[in-house]
């Protein structure tokens, strides 16, 4: 848990107890009010990240005064918009597509072109829960939004105009991981390694290619 003050500098940090409960020391009234974020340290496939938490409702992200007392829940959210950040941001992971300088021009997958993306899931997500083989539909150059972060088997395929696919290769190459072209390739969501920010998820970049 990170409380600081909202307009002042300053950080105050308070861990949960065994029950997820947390207590603040005693807040400055002189730089009031103070904001509240929560975050979970993990290790995933041997990758450190720091997930913020979600409010139970909006007013977990308002300001406070302590003078007037305050409680703040929060818990994991593993996917919908995320609030207390940043606006347009989600809870799960986003794909980004991206044209690799090394595929020839016959090759390239346009982001304008409809492809298939497929995501199964490689052992639980990053919360422990079983994940959902998911299927979305989405134009290239859109990415994939709010995907349940953890590790995955990916595939994608272009979607013809007569309603037939054509498979894709996809290769993956982040600050996580590298991995060659292939049909399949397995997949790790790019995390942040540092608590204290408002994202959720950095895009993960991937590349196709005919």
Not at 4 to 29: H, W
């Amino acid at each position: 848990m990170w409380i600081q003050p909202a307009s002042f500098q300053g950080l105050i940090k308070a861990r949960t107890d065994a029950q997820g409960y947390y207590k603040s020391p005693e807040l400055n009234l002189a730089v009031a009010p103070f904001e509240a974020q929560a975050y979970k340290l993990l290790d995933y496939h041997g990758e450190r990240t720091c997930v913020r938490m979600g409010g139970e409702t909006l007013a977990d992200f308002d300001v406070f005064n302590p003078r007037d007392g305050a409680v703040r829940n929060f818990r994991w959210k593993m996917t919908g918009p995320a609030e207390g950040g940043y606006d347009n941001l989600t809870w799960g992971g986003d794909l980004r597509f991206y044209q690799d300088p090394s595929t020839a021009d016959a090759d390239v997958v346009r982001d304008d072109e409809t492809i298939e993306v497929t995501l199964v899931p490689n052992g639980p997500l990053v919360d422990g829960s079983v994940g959902q083989r998911l299927t979305r539909i989405v134009q290239a150059g859109q990415g994939v939004r709010d995907v349940p972060a953890g590790r995955y088997d990916i595939s994608a395929a272009v979607v013809n105009d007569d309603g037939t696919k054509t498979p894709l290769n996809i290769k993956a190459d982040n600050d996580v991981q590298k991995v060659p072209f292939d049909t399949t390739i397995t997949i790790l969501f790019d995390g942040l390694s540092s608590c204290g920010h408002y994202a959720t998820y950095h895009a993960t970049p991937l590349a196709l290619s005919r």
